[in-house]
């Protein structure tokens, strides 16, 4: 019935299951207890059909009806307790599953977030836990309770006549075979489900935050076809698992009322000859729907268990899916936090980098050396390699060919956070949290104080506008940033930058997408960085890096001029033409303003 995979799933569980022994094993107590009370309630018929009613014997009738009445609110209490501890068991454990898979996949490797679309993660951080919350921890402490109470009964049953028990057993074996069979193609059914409902999900993001641009261009149509496929892709999968469902529930109901059939059938003759009593047959009777409710709701609970199975492949991915420091060699904190606690020197030797290895390479034989105090300038075209080299040092990919030394350390083997600690990066692209504007600065750090907060924002000219809010630094951003400028929210993730404290600063071309305005306020504020920092600089408009004291051009991975400002115009090579043609655009700028 289970598979060697599944066990697996069910081991998982468990290691997050067991924080909760305690109510588990409560819960569990109460099995024997309900298992007691539905064995006992068929022999107190028993008692009072032959003992009483056919005796004629009504004196103390009472007392044992009570007794009954006793039963029944024993079980129910049992039960009570038995689901109300699980449950809680079961969604406190999923709980703890939600918050480690959240704390593993904001820590994955950019790789794969480059593989893996969004929505995709999304779907298995919510949709299938949320299955696992439900049918799991429902279907599967559903189906163990079910089982157990359905063996007892049967013993129960071998013990108060065997023969009648042998009916039941007939039926078994069909039944077993038929929730089998059918357990199959609703493991099969429920993975597609899941995959296609991950994939919905994924497009349906995706388009959720291009819809200005499928507006745009009127692709509404288009998009709407697309998105279409994926739920007629889940719908069509979904409709197989209710119809296996819908066969397997309708099965077991015919068997169980055949069986039914065959007990009063056979019974009844047993009753005339006497070598059963009326007591036993009714008993058995109400028995028999204590034995095969259970087998009926074995359908509802296989489809429930299946898809928990079926989420739980897809969230084991995440927990396979490789961190990117697992299994590599890392230093110990106290061998490496001292030798970083004030940058000295970065070098790059011969390093050569490409995103897969059978993609070719995006960095090509690259080296240099950035001491304490110098303003390194990345220059050249789109998909030179500028932004990768920015990457590697802040440790986004790792899986690097060459050496890379920070302060003589190989990076590889120091830990991203001691690495962090030394760089501040400004990126190219802006993303803001729905926070106020000290959030998403500070971004939560507590050691970030408020004076620290405004002083970052004075450093980039950001605070002035701040003041200009209403609440000012509380002020709640909308939208990643959509109720200010383009230009402010710029200001505000290099206030961010600023915040973080890094020996090193790092720009990824800060000035691209923003007004004159707030270029002009960048442009003041990196000058001011190029003084105070050593700083490791892409810029658009070569103006911004004049005063490096080593610029490097790339093209196509490769370093094909070195040197500083002077030195690579007297060349008169590509920096010369890209100044050229930065110049130009600066003086279109300039006349368009």
Not at 426 to 432: A, K, N, R
Not at 524 to 541: C, D, P, S, W, Y
Request: include cysteine; aromatic fraction near 10%; charged fraction near 20%.
């Amino acid at each position: 019935m289970i598979k060697s995979l599944d066990i697996q799933y069910l081991k998982h569980f468990y290691r997050y299951a067991s924080a909760y022994k305690k109510t588990a094993l409560i819960g569990i107590a109460m099995m024997p207890i309900s298992v007691a009370a539905n064995l006992l309630f068929p022999w107190l018929i028993i008692v009072v059909i032959d003992d009483y009613l056919t005796a004629g014997q009504f004196d103390g009738l009472i007392s044992i009806a009570v007794a009954m009445i006793a039963v029944l609110i024993v079980n129910y209490l049992a039960d009570a307790v038995y689901s109300f501890c699980l449950k809680k068991t079961g969604h406190r454990t999923v709980f703890d599953i939600r918050a480690a898979l959240f704390k593993r996949i904001v820590n994955l490797p950019r790789s794969y977030f480059d593989k893996t679309p969004t929505g995709v993660t999304l779907s298995r951080l919510t949709s299938d836990l949320e299955v696992i919350g439900e049918s799991f921890v429902l279907g599967v402490l559903g189906l163990i309770k079910d089982t157990i109470n359905t063996l007892a009964i049967l013993i129960f049953m071998f013990f108060i006549n065997w023969q009648l028990a042998l009916v039941v057993l007939v039926v078994f074996p069909p039944v077993l075979y038929i929730t089998q069979l059918v357990r199959n193609k609703l493991r099969a059914m429920y993975a597609i489900t899941r995959s296609s409902l991950a994939k919905g999900t994924g497009y349906l993001q995706e388009c959720l935050l291009g819809v200005k641009t499928v507006q745009l261009y009127g692709a509404e149509e288009e998009v709407e076809s697309k998105y279409r496929g994926y739920t007629s892709e889940f719908m069509k999968a979904q409709l197989k698992t209710n119809k296996y469902d819908a066969a397997l529930f309708s099965i077991i109901t015919g068997i169980t009322s055949v069986t039914i059939g065959l007990i009063i059938w056979y019974g009844s003759g047993e009753v005339a000859a006497g070598a059963v009593t009326l007591g036993v047959l009714i008993a058995f009777i109400n028995t028999l729907e204590k034995v095969f409710v259970p087998l009926r709701d074995f359908s509802s609970q296989i489809a429930s268990i299946q898809r928990s199975f079926a989420a739980f492949e897809h969230i084991e991915e995440l927990f396979r899916e490789p961190m990117e420091e697992e299994g590599k060699r890392l230093l110990a904190v106290e061998d490496v936090e001292k030798p970083l606690e004030t940058f000295e020197t970065l070098e790059f030797r011969n390093v050569r980098f490409r995103y897969n290895a059978d993609s070719p390479y995006v960095l090509d034989d690259v080296s240099f050396i950035l001491k304490q105090g110098d303003q390194l300038a990345l220059v050249g075209t789109t998909g030179s390699g500028k932004s990768t080299i920015m990457r590697l040092i802040n440790k986004v990919y790792t899986d690097y060919e060459g050496s890379i030394l920070l302060n003589g350390i190989e990076l590889s083997q120091i830990p991203k956070a001691s690495v962090l600690k030394l760089f501040s990066l400004m990126q190219q692209d802006v993303f803001l949290f729905e926070e106020n504007i000290h959030f998403n600065i500070s971004l939560g750090n507590e050691d970030i104080s408020d004076d620290a907060v405004v002083d970052a924002a004075e450093f980039v000219y950001a605070h002035d506008f701040i003041m200009d809010l209403p609440s000012q630094y509380e002020f709640r951003l909308k939208n990643s940033g959509g109720n200010l400028s383009g230009g402010q929210t710029q200001l505000i993730s290099f206030a961010r930058a600023i915040a973080q404290g890094g020996q090193v600063m790092m720009l990824d071309e800060a000035t691209s997408s923003v007004d004159s305005i707030t270029e002009d306020l960048i442009q003041k504020a990196i000058g001011r960085l190029f003084e105070e920092k050593t700083v490791i600089a892409i810029a658009h408009r070569l103006s911004t890096i004049r005063n490096s004291d080593l610029i490097l051009v790339l093209d196509k991975g490769k370093i094909i001029e070195r040197g500083n400002h002077q030195m690579l115009l007297d060349r008169q090579g590509v920096y010369a033409m890209l100044l050229n043609d930065s110049a130009d655009i600066d003086n279109d700028i300039v006349l368009a303003s």
